[in-house]
């Protein structure tokens, strides 16, 4: 097998890294020539928890310069710079080879729309990375790793490809990977972005029974729209059931609810929010493709998402420089809930 990783950010550098140390043909495409060279000259350097590695790959500043005959390409770009890369490789894969999506949020519907459904592996990637101010990369929490093809069809390519990706985390095959990859949009909308307007760490998001008020209204949306969609949402992690989460409004149920948040919550703790980290580096977010899906499914299907709306303005407006992060922003939604 012969492997390009596009994307050299968190997800991308430790996905590169571990596959190349263990011996598979892999190349990484970096987004800029500095990089690129650094990497050539230096390694690919990445940690797994406390452990230092680095690893010899070579990179490319560009898709066009890279060897080609990929079976498979890892896509491990934000979500808003997909398209135009997986335009590009195309031409670089072999005639049976895919492209995989590690992004955050529902990004397969555009990337078919591109490479046709037949290219495009959905993947929910339950690991987590973060990006160093050093330009390495730690694995900074577990989780499996789940894929399938957009059909739901027994593709056998997807065989090396587990086998492939079984190297960095478990990997499992499903037919429906839609719903497995809603199921994390909506963890990753409640999360990612109240992290991102409050810039506060999951372990502090957790703790705080207004925030998962605000956790639990924003699943009880995603559910609506998943309904209206006819989306089947399993449970995320093995652990999380937001069916289980919404129903009920006695005493009872509302400690259940938010003690099943707090021990989800527990393993990823020390977690900081991607979106949070793109904020405070002055990038954009991939807003749009988390709580804005959710937003546009809401305004397709006539149905009202208050919560999730707000959040998206949030972000926006951070984005733009209009507001600052800060938990004066979770008050404020707190009183637009009263």
């Known amino acids: 097998m012969k492997i390009l990783v596009i994307g050299a950010g968190a997800i991308g550098t430790v996905t590169a890294g571990i596959l190349s140390s263990k011996k598979f043909d892999v190349e990484i495409v970096c987004n800029n020539e500095q990089k690129a060279s650094a990497i050539n000259r ?14 010899r790959i070579k990179a490319f500043s560009s898709i066009v310069s890279t060897s080609g005959n990929y079976n498979y390409v890892l896509l491990a770009t934000k979500s808003f710079d997909m398209i135009e890369p997986a335009r590009q490789v195309l031409d670089k894969l072999t005639p049976d080879g895919l492209i995989v999506s590690m992004q955050d949020g529902f990004c397969e519907e555009e990337l078919s729309g591109v490479a046709g459904s037949n290219r495009i592996v959905g993947g929910m990637i339950g690991w ?40 960095i985390s478990s990997t499992k095959v499903v037919g429906n990977i839609n719903e497995h990859i809603f199921s994390k949009l909506i963890i990753n909308s409640c999360v990612t972005t109240l992290g991102a307007i409050s810039g ?26 998943a309904n209206a969609l006819k989306i089947e949402i399993p449970e995320y992690s093995g652990r999380i059931n937001y069916y289980e989460l919404v129903q009920g409004k006695s005493l009872y149920h509302r400690i259940r609810k938010h003690l099943s948040i707090r021990i989800f919550g527990i393993k990823y703790r020390n ?46 407006e951070i984005e733009e420089g209009k507001r600052k992060i800060g938990y004066s922003n979770l008050d404020e939604i707190m009183l637009a809930m009263q």
């Open 128 to 167: 987590g990375a973060t990006l160093n101010p050093d330009c390495s990369s730690t694995m900074s929490s577990g989780g499996d790793i789940i894929i399938g093809m957009l059909d739901g069809s027994d593709d056998p390519r997807l065989d090396n490809l587990q086998y492939l990706l079984g190297h």
């Open 200 to 225: 506060l760490n999951i372990g502090s998001l957790i703790t705080n029974t207004n925030l998962r008020n605000i956790f639990l209204k924003v699943i009880e949306e995603a559910i609506e729209i």
């Open 42 to 55: 230096q390694g690919l350097h990445y940690r797994i928890r406390k452990r230092k590695y680095n690893s």
């Open 271 to 316: 977690v900081k929010s991607s979106a949070l980290q793109s904020l405070e580096r002055g990038e954009q977010t991939e807003i749009d493709y988390l709580n804005g899906f959710l937003l546009q499914k809401a305004k397709e299907t006539g149905i009202e998402i208050p919560v999730n709306k707000q959040l998206v303005k949030m972000v926006h």
